[in-house]
T-cell receptor, first 113, second 111 residues
Framework: LAKTTQPISMDSYEGQEVNITCSHNNIATNDYITWYQQFPSQGPRFIIQGYKTKVTNEVASLFIPADRKSSTLSLPRVSLSDTAVYYCLVGDIRKAAGNKLTFGGGTRVLVKP | NAGVTQTPKFRVLKTGQSMTLLCAQDMNHEYMYWYRQDPGMGLRLIHYSVGEGTTAKGEVPDGYNVSRLKKQNFLLGLESAAPSQTSVYFC??????????FGDGTRLSIL
């Protein structure tokens, strides 16, 4: 499984854009990149998933360069409620054996007023 | 929509006791997983199942057993609880080409 490296923590202010970069140098051809958000006392929640280039949904954007060795999660105009831990995961979601995901330590994002 | 439901939400055990954690999903997912999360750390996979009647070991399987007798349920058992198993346990489920859906966890303390 590809190992990921992401910053331990980041601080931001309400209304700003937050960008979290994840490194995954050993990503395999069939691996997808998935980001999860976790609030205290809750299970992780899916945010966004992508394979290459750019993916956007109603809450975030995911930028993946051509070499796919890194990815950047972008959270536009964050609010206090976006304070959470964000996990970057890499794996082949199509495998019949199931997408066993390896969670690293995540990035703790603190949004200040 | 219930999604993934874990039972119980909290439990305190004494060393050596046994217990079973229940995970139920109503999304007809084939795959189910049990993770543990220790303070300040990410989730570590204990066991997983790719279908009814099948189970497999994950990253940290020792001290745990699992069963998947019904597609919608995945049980995690501790035969003889140890203090090192104090943790928050998360269950997840998914289908092919889908992200995992997680429950809200079971907080387990072993004295």
């Amino acid at each position: 499984l590809a190992k990921t490296t992401q910053p331990i923590s980041m601080d931001s202010y309400e209304g700003q854009e937050v960008n979290i970069t994840c490194s995954h140098n050993n990503i395999a051809t069939n691996d997808y990149i998935t980001w999860y958000q976790q609030f205290p006392s809750q299970g992780p929640r899916f945010i966004i998933q992508g394979y290459k280039t750019k993916v956007t949904n109603e809450v975030a954007s995911l930028f993946i360069p051509a070499d796919r060795k890194s990815s950047t999660l972008s959270l536009p105009r964050v609010s206090l409620s976006d304070t959470a831990v964000y996990y970057c995961l890499v794996g082949d979601i199509r495998k019949a054996a199931g997408n066993k995901l390896t969670f690293g330590g995540g990035t703790r994002v603190l949004v200040k007023p | 929509n219930a999604g993934v439901t874990q039972t119980p939400k909290f439990r305190v055990l004494k060393t050596g006791q046994s217990m079973t954690l229940l995970c139920a999903q109503d999304m007809n997912h084939e795959y189910m997983y049990w993770y543990r999360q220790d303070p300040g750390m990410g989730l570590r996979l204990i066991h997983y199942s790719v279908g009814e009647g099948t189970t497999a070991k994950g990253e940290v399987p020792d001290g745990y057993n699992v069963s998947r007798l019904k597609k919608q349920n995945f049980l995690l058992g501790l035969e003889s609880a140890a203090p090192s198993q104090t943790s928050v346990y998360f269950c997840a489920s998914t289908g092919i080409n889908q992200p995992q859906h997680f429950g809200d966890g079971t907080r387990l303390s072993i004295l």
